[in-house]
């Protein structure tokens, strides 16, 4: 054996550091180039379209099951307790009932001078299963499972049990993400439906908890409005189709400068137990663009 | 080969299960950080490369679906991985405190670094709020999950070590 030992040749690997920096440029360009335009949404929605999208929706629906079980156990005790108290209200209510309907007569006939009721029908919906929630604690969004195939567009409407869930902000061919109006950093220009005052309803991280959001900007001089009334979306909103029930106002206080008003409103919609969403195919008209 | 196509496995369900079955079981609102927890993980078991591509394709799957910018999280993720990795050399398997005490850097960093980028930029100032009421819990959370998970990652890693031992000798 001759004393040069040939040394093995070595494996070629790459330094982390440079593997490092590369990312770094290559994470950063993506910002810059994201933050403005919306050039890399199409393909890389479509590619996590087909490789992740059929895995969550199965998993969707086990977890749903799981969690619906675990509900269910914990439940049934309470449930039985209810069931006798429910048993009592319902004789009262068949009384009640009885009244109310004869106040149907007349609410029928406002009905039709509002007009906003027959509005909300027209409007073309889809129905979609929510699939996965947005996996952080810093906003509040979720994936359906429809997108750009079932005819669904960015901007489109999204309802749940009557009220205004958000509007989607990112799809892809089988999935879509619908950002909810109590997310912060969403805003949804409103209108109180019994004086036809403007305000601006705005989603707070800080009141997500306690399942309020909050408005401000709310002119209201003659103090008209009132604890209780009806938010929907106004007609001057750029995404949202004017008419949609937001909540109820919570709670109004005068701003500083005693001009606005803002404060609390509870949405109607439940977003902690929500499964399935009604998409609006309808849009807003854009033609001024 | 077979480790590596186990672990890109590993780190996909992973992220499954933190879209589809943890936030159905959330506690108060908050969701733990398993993201976080596998790029952590990957990181101080396998090195700085393993910790650093884990972070930024998990990171980059997290911006494409809930993110306005893509990106920001495949370069938090990624630091958080290659950081991580630094400590390879230091770290034992059988120690449970090494683990635990980098989960507890990792999703504290992080937490600050979502809260810097996403609020404090649009002038939400109430940092404490954010600390005590997401940041704080998120973290303890997640390290409830970390001594879950870590003993049955540990648990598979041998299993294949084992395997491999066995076949080249």
Redesign the interface.
Known sequence: MSPVVKPKKEKFTFPGKYLLLIFSILSIALMVVTYGTTAFDGPFNTAVGYVVVPFEKGIGRLGEWLSNRSEEFTDVKRLLAENEELKNEINKLTEENAILSQERYELNSLRTLFELSNEYDSYNKVGARIIAKDSGNWFSSFIIDKGTNDGLQVDMNVISGGGLVGCITGIGPNWARVKAIVSDKNFVSGQVLSTGETLFVEGDLELLNSNIISFSMLEDENDAVVVGDKVVTSKISDKYLPGILIGFIQYIENDNNNLTKSGYITPAVDFEHMSEVLVITDMKNNDYE | MIRKIIMVLGA?VI???????????NT????P???LLITGIYGFMH???AG??AG?LL????D???G?????H??IF??IG?IN?KFCGIYYPEDIKLPLLLIFLSNISCGVL??IF??LI?G?L?FS??FA??IL??MLYTMLITIIIYPIIVLIYNAFEKREVRKEA
């Open positions: 996909f992220f499954l299960l933190q879209n589809c079955v943890f936030t159905q079981f108060g609102g908050i969701v950080n398993l993201i090195g700085e490369k650093l591509i930024f990171g980059l799957g997290f494409i679906f809930y306005d910018i893509i990106g920001l495949a370069l990624m630091y290659y990795g979502d809260y996403g609020y649009r939400r109430h709020y954010y009421h997401i819990p998120e």
